[in-house]
T-cell receptor, first 117, second 110 residues
């Protein structure tokens, strides 16, 4: 079945550094990928929609200069948390909709747990 | 606005049947999905209903009534491993995106 690979699974970094998270669709082309953020015991919050070859669409309240999204190919989207601070510590999850005919499944990466010290 | 309502927590006994309800109010509707998420893990797809009626997949079934903007997830023969959070999500909006409910924590007792 379709698989989305997300890397790294866990990051611990110092305040002020930048962290890049990769999301790959392994056996399908994803023109659109979604980036979510989840705090403990809460639902997923959509941060942005990543579109291949064009700028990402950010949800209200999400700083586009803080969370840089690049979707350079049909199988890869990256999220870079720039100048990370402790309040950016969270669980980040990417997702892609396979878009195959007859299939309406959104596949999720395993998530990246970011801890900023 | 867009919203999905589901209970925050449900408790059931191992071997029993449990139903998790979801009502929605969204702009645009293409289908209702259910996802399971264990603590510390990412959501995994369970089911998708685009049309009214019941979809069965093993021990799990999902129901949709578009006229009532309502659906439910039915879990049968509960096992301890089913302890997790269950999210309903509507594919809708202007971006064909998933709009998520707050999740229902299912607690299973022996």
């Amino acid at each position: 079945g379709a698989v989305v690979s997300q890397h790294p699974s866990r990051v611990i970094c110092k305040s002020g550094t930048s962290v890049k998270i990769e999301c790959r669709s392994l056996d399908f082309q994803a023109t659109t990928m979604f980036w979510y953020r989840q705090f403990p015991k809460q639902s997923l919050m959509l941060m942005a929609t990543s579109n291949e070859g064009s700028k990402a669409t950010y949800e209200q309240g999400v700083e586009k200069d803080k969370f840089l999204i690049n979707h350079a190919s049909l199988t890869l989207s990256t999220l870079t948390v720039t100048s990370a601070h402790p309040e950016d510590s969270s669980f980040y999850i990417c997702s892609a909709f396979s878009g195959r005919a007859g299939e309406n499944i959104q596949y999720f990466g395993a998530g990246t747990r970011l801890s900023v010290l | 606005g867009q919203s999905l309502e589901q209970p925050s927590e449900v408790t059931a006994v191992e071997g029993a049947i449990v139903q998790i309800n979801c009502t929605y109010q969204t702009s645009g509707f293409y289908g209702l999905s259910w996802y399971q998420q264990h603590d510390g893990g990412a959501p995994t797809f369970l089911s998708y209903n685009a049309l009214d009626g019941l979809e069965e997949t093993g021990r799990f079934s999902s129901f949709l009534s578009r006229s009532d903007s309502y659906g439910y997830l039915l879990l049968q023969e509960l096992q301890m491993k089913d302890s997790a959070s269950y999210f309903c999500a509507v594919r809708g909006g202007s971006n064909y995106q998933l709009i998520w409910g707050a999740g229902t924590k299912l607690i299973i007792k022996p």
